[in-house]
């Protein structure tokens, strides 16, 4: 997206990019879409130029979620602010990262706290608000939950790059140079710049009881819910 693609009209944008460069036979959008240059067309005018280029225009309706309206500003912002519950249940799944896992400096297992570095390849990714959060990965087959910190570990670094370093549970698995997908649960808590290792160290032993409670909270909804489907289905 470049300043010069920003200034195409409706015309010039449905034409020159759908039309002749994608060759779009099917457009499917949502009711309050707009485009072109100062977002000037909606989907009537689409639907014109369909009718004139030969492709089709699907809308969809509001999508509603607990009586809110889903919209893609809206889970962008829930996961600006690190409410991954809330963008959770506006997208219908687990938000997730995923990307190959690299090296680090390996302070973490000095502290009894393992991490595997999550590398995003792309550029465009959304990363979620800097902090600590509750998350689960398949690996060989299996799931395992986890602490998920993302920021610049402000405690044991001055650099300001943002890393994105997972401690899973239970876990005795080599997977450097793996591509792992995390989906993201809950958040734990902000990322906070402790005096010293140890107290960083302290505060993630509370994390984990945190999580644990939390991953156990998970099992006992689903399990509840498995029950309520079978008396469901023995009703009927």
């Known amino acids: 997206f470049t300043k010069s693609f920003s200034r195409l009209s409706a015309l010039e944008y449905v034409r020159d990019v759908l039309v002749n460069k994608l060759k779009v036979k099917h457009i499917i959008v949502g009711y309050d879409h707009h485009f072109g240059r100062n977002r000037t067309a909606n989907i009537e005018d689409l639907r014109e130029y369909g009718d004139f280029y030969g492709f089709e225009v699907t809308e969809i309706m509001p999508q509603e979620v607990d009586d809110v ?3 893609s500003t809206k889970i962008r912002n829930a996961l600006f602010k690190g409410d991954v519950k809330i963008a959770n249940k506006f997208l219908g799944y687990n938000f997730s990262l995923t990307g190959k896992v690299k090296k680090g400096r390996g302070i973490g297992s000095t502290i009894d706290f393992p991490t595997a570095n999550i590398n995003i390849e792309e550029p465009y ?3 979620p608000n800097s902090g600590v959060y509750l998350i689960k990965a ?3 087959g299996l799931y395992f939950f986890g602490m998920m910190n993302i920021g ?3 405690t044991v ?3 300001n790059r943002t890393n994105i370093e997972v401690h899973f549970f239970d876990f005795n698995y080599d997977i450097y140079g793996e591509v792992i997908k995390v989906e993201l649960l809950d958040y734990l808590r902000n990322e906070i710049k402790f005096p010293s290792v140890l107290a960083l ?5 509370k994390d984990e009881i945190n999580a644990k409670h ?3 909270l998970i099992f006992k909804i689903w399990f509840a ?3 309520l489907i079978k008396f469901v289905f023995k009703l009927a």
């Open 152 to 154: 610049n570990n402000p």
């Open 214 to 216: 939390l991953i156990d």
């Open 225 to 227: 819910n498995i029950q």
């Open 69 to 71: 309206a889903v919209s």
């Open 157 to 159: 670094s001055e650099d």
């Open 138 to 140: 398949m690996i060989k």
């Open 201 to 205: 160290k302290e505060q993630l032993k």
């Open 125 to 127: 990714k959304l990363i």
